[in-house]
């Protein structure tokens, strides 16, 4: 999958995978498949590398702990994002210097597009709902049971929709990228892994800052994490 | 007509609708209409089954607008089947709708967007930094989860089914009301072992850069929280990837 165009026998399998992580997100069954831990370690696995795709997960990860899926705010569409994400690393060819950057880079970018496509699913949803209200307003079971399967669908073509657009539009940029890139493998991973770190770490804040017992338990766990490393 | 039991089969057909009860979500009725949806199959148990009016009239009221935590609308979902069930009268039970969706919506968005995945997520990246595989990795992760999210789900319908229109006083079970204080530290010592280490796993062998990384990822993340009001931090770090990406590629 190193080519500038992922053959479609390739795209297939990974534009069905983001539509059934993009579908976790919020419609069902919301079981977090579609957090970028597992959805990019699956789009890795589906490009034949599911540690790579694990590699970029965990930095995706860490970006995502910002952004929680509050009620009816906006926010990035992290499923058919990582996936493709996890895809795109998997499938650069070693030493995949940059290949890291380029992959969050991808992933971060359609996540953004894949959450403004969400608004436009629930207005969507909303105009299915009004154009059924009257059946809904007499208590019709077909009208709210058939409401539930099309807005699902709807989701669901979302989610594919997203996933190959993404992957159309960043493979060959990716390739292009990768053929031009002149910063060293370990530099480059550095790089993307301490924004990554950047955002996590002002999430953690975030979450703990209000809590006492909290702070201690991050102290204590940052300290304990350091031991281990210096005894690794 | 009062039940105390609702058939195993409907309960089954409601849990699996619970999974897809935001699967309508919309900026008018929100979960209203997964509501409806996942009370249908209690519905059915009406006298007369679904061509009657008391039917038709129970499912265009549960249809309307509600907004809840979708994992704690189960609570909701498992008290308003037993009222309709039981005959309660329409205004009692679009009281109780409204009164029940605030304190549903508060509880779950603080036990479990804000507590629960963010703990079983930094606990997923500890054995990560670890060096657990993908396998070890998704299991701690998805297991961890979806134990507490699949528990809530079932507690929800059960507890909400018993109590019916007295389930307000669930709400006040020691895990709905101290879970988010206790959750909160084990997330913190999970983030305090789990991103340095996972920071080195991704970096590689090696620590001369490691320091590097530590410090400014601090240095950016103090920056992170002072412009917080004004821009969100996934935005601030895509920008930075893109320039670091245009550096190594024209240069």
């Known amino acids: 999958m190193t080519e500038s165009v992922w053959p479609l026998l390739h795209l297939l399998p990974l534009a069905l995978l983001g539509a059934v992580l993009g579908l976790d997100t919020v419609s069902f069954p919301q079981a977090m498949l579609s957090r970028p831990l597992v959805a990019a370690t699956l789009g890795g696995a589906l490009a034949g590398s599911p540690g790579g795709g694990l590699l970029v997960g965990a930095a995706l990860e860490l970006i995502a702990l910002e952004t929680l899926p509050f009620g009816a705010s906006r926010y990035p569409e992290w499923g058919s994002a990582s996936a493709v994400g996890g895809a795109l690393f998997a499938s650069s060819p070693e030493p995949r210097a940059g290949a890291l950057s380029l992959a969050v880079i991808a992933a971060v970018t359609t996540a953004w597009a894949g959450g403004w496509s969400m608004v436009k699913l629930r207005q969507l949803n909303a105009r299915l709902a009004a154009r059924s209200r009257g059946a809904l307003d007499v208590g019709s079971r077909g009208a709210v ?50 924004i990554a770190a950047a955002v996590a770490g002002a999430a953690a804040w975030k979450l703990f800052h209000g809590s006492s017992p909290a702070r201690w338990a991050f102290l204590t766990g940052l300290v304990a994490g350091l031991t281990v490393m210096a005894a690794a | 007509m009062s039940r105390t039991r609702l058939p195993a089969l409907t309960q089954l057909n409601m849990l699996l609708r619970l999974l897809a009860i935001q699967g309508s979500w919309n900026y008018e009725t929100l979960l209203g209409n997964g509501i409806g949806f996942c009370i249908e199959p209690a519905l059915r148990l009406l006298p007369g089954g679904i061509h009657t009016p008391q039917f038709k009239e129970a499912l265009a009221r549960e249809s309307r607008y509600f907004n809840a935590h979708p994992y704690l609308a189960s609570v909701a979902v498992g008290a308003l089947a037993r009222a309709e069930l039981d005959g309660e009268t329409a205004a009692k039970i679009e009281r109780f709708r409204t009164a029940l969706a605030g304190p549903l919506g508060s509880v779950g968005d603080r036990l479990i967007w804000a507590g629960w995945l963010p703990f079983c997520s930094l606990a997923g990246l500890v054995v990560f930094g670890v060096g657990g595989g993908p396998l070890a990795v998704l299991a701690t992760f998805l297991g961890l989860y979806n134990a507490g999210h699949f528990a809530i789900r ?73 412009l917080q009001s004004r821009v969100e931090g996934w935005r601030l770090a895509l920008g930075v990837y893109a320039a670091v990406v245009l550096f190594s590629v024209l240069r």
Do not use: E, Y
């Open chain 1, 145 to 194: 049971i058939g409401l539930q399967l099309k807005c699902m669908t709807a989701d669901l073509v979302r989610g594919l929709l997203v996933t190959v657009a993404a992957a159309a539009l960043f493979a060959p940029l990716t390739s292009a990228s990768l053929a031009h890139w002149s910063l060293d493998a370990r530099t480059s991973r550095a790089t993307a892994v301490a």
């Open chain 2, 154 to 226: 079932i507690w929800g319908l059960r507890t909400g089914w018993n109590r019916g229109l007295d389930v307000a006083k669930a709400l006040a079970n020691p895990v709905l009301r101290r879970g988010p204080q206790v959750i909160a530290p084990m997330a913190a010592l999970a983030a305090g072992i789990g991103v340095p280490l996972a920071l080195l796993h991704i970096i590689g062998p090696g620590r001369a850069l490691f320091g590097i990384v530590l410090i400014s990822a601090t240095l950016g993340a103090v920056l992170i929280v002072r």
